[in-house]
């Protein structure tokens, strides 16, 4: 990989790579703590440092275009004014100039156009390129948070925007409960796809963006070169909480990783196993349980009132599902509402948690319905 | 042509009094008026939504709108100002001038051209309605917050107001497709004996262009948006992966004409560019057949390009590199534009009353939105900038100076004509100047917090992007308060002023071999009754 961008920054013209080279470096001089304020965030894998350049070129491209239109509009206007007693050529556009422009000007844009789209072509060439991946995550996107899940590794969670944090905070909207770790100089694939509407999982320093459409699977690659903490958030417009699903990569060594994986799965295969005993939960136990799900799941639509937005998301306090008949609510809540936001939840919890979420539902704000969901019951309609 | 003949018969042909006069009008120039004021209405309103959408921006936090209402002002300020304010304005200086320029009596189709403007307000009503069908109708969801592009899914999870922008959609579908109908065939048909295509003016070739693109691509967007509708209540999945359709179809179907349109919003603001910049530099265009050539280049590619708005989909190799190579070709014909004007400058005489002002200034930002518009069609770079704030000062510095001040010129340069009277050039000077200064601090900066990584379409963001939102904001805030002096100008324009002659400028007749300066100013109610003769009109 590294051979192959060494060859492409050679194919570019020498003075555009020094130029971006060294623009590059002045970069991250000024920046060397702090993410850039103005400009694309340092890169740390090899694709985007390689977009970086061409983003570094085809500014340059734009700066020294702009320069040369400036100079030729700023001279006329100070040069051939009516105020200055310039007579007008009105015969200018009939000489050879004027002939040949037509011609001349297109050939010379060409010969940029064909610098920038063969410069353009190499990169695109390498993110289509597919070599194996020693791990694949697939990046599920739903209304309002996203869903991490390790492939071949048996670990899966979500991860939620840090609601704790104030527009004082640094990290405000960018702070997330569960940050997806990698290991760096690892080759990851991330599969992109969504629940309901289409998301963009973006963190410009890690990997360029493409969209997360339901139904249809996307790709993506990196390797991460640098130990550290990338941020970043959706990048599509997915409704009422596009703002606030933001994106955490915690790049870690490898060695940190593998005791970070082995926690990982002991942990789910507590919870699997916790979710899955035929215990019969208690009252206490579930509302408990259920209100940390609902804090984290469900608020953004429903809100902590359990009283919704009105015309928006309908409120669960005495709603006819929340007080109504068991088997709807359950329903409603595994499979989701078809054609509004309501998603369905059976692949994002397990069944404790969504027995919990239910029972709580139906005994909070005032809605005292007495009843209790158990996982059984969620595993029965599965 | 003999005015006082014109004058004449003018009286006998008067215009009907009161609201007959508008509401039946078949006459071009009524029409014509009455569809610059609907844009002037809408531009108001349009941008009375960019100022809470700046408000809002000002600072990190929710300070005054809920991100539903945030998303639905983006989405409405989008449609507003694009179907409600360019489209329409142009219409209204096509109708105006174009019969006037080619020595037609009137449009082909008087009575389309009323029905036309007439399914404007219709369509406006029932855009304003789909703000207010979460309260008209409860129960039946939320505000739209889609942005204008009304990607489904989220398209489909919308409330009533969805349903009511789709036949809005249809109804100024409708509207702009008869109006193209009807100024094609004006200009095909109603020229005067032996005006040769090659000799009109370039504001008409501009809608002959801008005419037949919006035919070809306004049945597609309808045919798109009556396939959300489908897939809302008639249990289609055209859209619905579930049901074997794809969410990225419709963004095809939109960008196909989403993509052209943006030549629809360009082009009669080019054309009107042609003919002011030879006017204040006395000095014929150059490149008259060049331009025409680039307009056509610029129409073909633009309706092969569409998919550059959609990199990030996940196309396949062969067409991403098939848009990406069509879209940096666009650079061509554009560049070739901004050379002749460059050129008709050059070794000219300038003056700078505000039009010329405002061409100049177009010149320069323009080019601008044309170098970001490389960066942002080089495939792998967009996977970067792609729904960031550096698209939205790309589209801004596209759309503001390419259409918008396009139509601000049209307005200064074209005002003595319609009423009569020289507008104050003083006033003029200082719009321009608190327009175009605050429209550079407001969208300038965005290119930065774009790149940095702020999103579009978001309601609240990072604490570090906070600085130059705040800048962006003021500026805006200034920005939008600049409008009111371009409507005091036009208001005190019509009320009186220095009267202008028939030519109203030194260069008008350098600037354009059409007729409109043969006519007195204000023209009579009727014009070129009889078909006008030609001088020899030669570029």
């Not at chain 1, 791990?135 to 969670?157: A, L, N, P």
């Not at chain 1, 009252?283 to 608020?299: F, N, P």
């Not at chain 2, 989909?313 to 004007?341: H, K, R």
Request: proline share 6%.
């Amino acid at each position: 990989m590294k051979k192959l961008i060494a060859t492409k920054l050679f194919k570019t013209p020498l003075w555009l790579t020094s130029i971006a080279a060294s623009t590059l470096g002045f970069a991250q001089l000024a920046f060397a703590q702090e993410e850039p304020k103005y400009n694309l965030p340092t890169p740390v894998s090899p694709l985007t440092k390689d977009i970086y350049a061409l983003h570094v070129m085809t500014s340059w491209v734009a700066l020294i275009l702009m320069v040369i239109v400036t100079i030729i509009v700023v001279y006329s206007l100070v040069k051939f004014r009516k105020s200055k007693g310039y007579e007008p050529d009105q015969n200018f556009h009939k000489s050879w100039f004027g002939r040949w422009a037509w011609a001349l000007v297109p050939l010379l844009v060409l010969g940029i156009d064909m610098a920038i789209a063969g410069r353009a072509a190499s990169t695109l060439k390498a993110l289509y390129n597919h070599p194996d991946a020693d791990i694949t995550i697939k990046v599920t996107g739903s209304q309002w948070k996203w869903t991490y899940e390790y492939m071949d590794d048996d670990i899966r969670f979500n991860s939620n925007l840090n609601k704790d944090l104030t527009p004082e905070d640094k990290q405000y909207l960018r702070d997330v409960d569960n940050p997806l770790v990698l290991p760096v100089d690892t080759n990851v694939r991330f599969l992109h796809t969504a629940t309901d509407v289409l998301h963009n999982w973006w963190v410009p320093a890690v990997a360029y963006k493409v969209d997360s459409v339901p139904g249809f699977i996307n790709e993506t690659r990196t390797r991460i070169e640098e130990i550290g903490t990338y941020r970043g958030q959706c990048a599509e417009n997915c409704g009422t909480g596009h703002a606030f699903m933001p994106i955490v990569v915690k790049a870690v060594s490898k060695e940190d990783y593998a005791v970070w994986k082995t926690e990982q799965q002991a942990k789910s295969a507590a919870a699997a196993a916790e979710a899955s005993a035929d215990k019969e939960w208690s009252m206490d136990e579930l509302m408990a349980r259920g209100k940390a799900v609902y804090e984290k799941s469900c608020v953004a639509c429903h809100q902590m009132t359990g009283e919704g937005i009105p015309g928006v998301f309908p409120a669960l306090k005495g709603s006819p599902v929340a007080v109504g008949d068991m088997a709807t609510h359950i329903g409603t809540v595994v499979n989701g509402v078809s054609g509004t936001a309501m998603a369905a939840w059976k692949n994002q919890l397990n069944d404790l948690e969504l027995a919990a979420v239910i029972t709580y539902e139906r005994n909070a704000w005032d809605n005292d319905k007495g009843d209790l969901a158990q996982p059984a019951d969620i595993k029965a309609v599965r | 042509m003999n005015a006082t003949a014109v004058h004449e018969e003018a009286h006998h042909h008067g215009p009907p009094k009161g609201y007959k006069r508008w509401l039946f009008s078949t006459n071009h120039k009524d029409i014509g008026t009455m569809y610059l004021i609907f844009a002037l209405v809408m531009m108001f309103l349009g941008g009375a939504m960019a100022m809470l959408i700046r408000a809002e921006l000002y600072m990190p936090g929710l300070q005054f709108l809920e991100p539903d209402f945030y998303n639905n002002m983006v989405t409405n300020h989008a449609l507003i100002m694009v179907f409600g304010m360019v489209m329409p304005a142009a219409a209204g200086l096509a109708n105006w001038m174009i019969p006037l320029m080619i020595g037609a009596p009137d449009m082909a189709l008087p009575r389309l051209n009323n029905l036309s403007f007439w399914l404007l307000p219709m369509g406006a009503t029932m855009l304003i309605l789909s703000m207010f069908a979460p309260v008209l109708f409860p129960g039946t969801g939320g505000l739209v917050n889609t942005g204008w592009t009304l990607y489904p899914p989220l398209s489909i999870q919308a409330g009533m107001g969805m349903e009511f922008l789709i036949f809005t959609i249809h109804i100024l579908g409708i509207s702009s497709i008869l109006a193209s109908i009807n100024i094609v065939v004006t200009i095909l048909n109603m020229r005067a004996p032996g005006m040769k295509l090659f000799e009109m003016p370039m504001f008409v070739w501009a809608w002959l262009f801008t005419g037949l693109l919006l035919i070809i691509i306004m049945p597609v967007f309808a045919g798109g948006v009556t396939m959300l509708l489908f897939d809302r209540h008639f249990g289609t999945s055209f859209f619905d992966a579930a049901g074997g359709g794809d969410p990225v179809l419709f963004q095809h179907l939109f960008w196909f004409f989403g993509h052209p349109e943006v030549y629809v919003l360009l082009l009669p603001s080019i054309g009107v560019l042609a003919m002011i910049i030879p006017t204040f530099s006395r000095k014929p265009l150059f490149g008259y057949n060049s331009l025409i050539g680039g307009m056509g280049v610029l129409f073909t590619l633009g309706l092969v390009a569409w998919a550059h708005h959609q990199y990030t989909v996940g196309m396949a190799y062969g067409p991403t590199s098939w848009f990406m190579v069509i879209t940096i070709l666009i650079s061509i014909p554009v560049g070739l534009m901004l050379l002749n004007f460059m050129m008709t400058m050059w070794r000219g005489a300038m003056t700078f009353e505000t039009p010329m002002l405002f061409a100049v200034s177009i010149v320069l930002m323009f080019s601008f939105a044309g170098v970001t518009g490389i960066m942002l069609a080089v495939v792998p770079a967009d996977l970067q900038y792609h729904d960031t704030m550096f698209v939205v000062a790309h589209f801004h510095y596209a759309l503001i100076p390419g259409a918008v001040f396009g139509l601000f010129a049209a307005a200064f340069y074209w005002l003595p004509k319609w009423t009569g009277n020289m507008y104050d050039e003083k006033l003029g000077k200082i719009f321009f100047w608190w327009n175009v200064i605050s429209f550079n601090v407001t969208f300038f900066p965005q290119h930065f917090y774009g790149l940095a990584g702020m999103p579009r379409r978001v309601v609240d963001y990072n604490p570090a992007f906070a600085d130059l939102n705040m800048l962006s904001s003021i500026a805006a805030f200034s920005y939008g308060i600049s409008h009111l002096l371009f409507l005091y100008i036009i208001i005190k324009t019509i009320r009186g002023g220095e009267p202008a002659t028939e030519e109203v400028w030194e260069g008008s007749r350098i600037g354009t071999h059409g007729l409109e300066w043969t006519v007195p100013s204000p023209p009579p109610y009727h014009t070129f009754e009889t078909a006008p003769s030609l001088k020899p009109l030669k570029y």
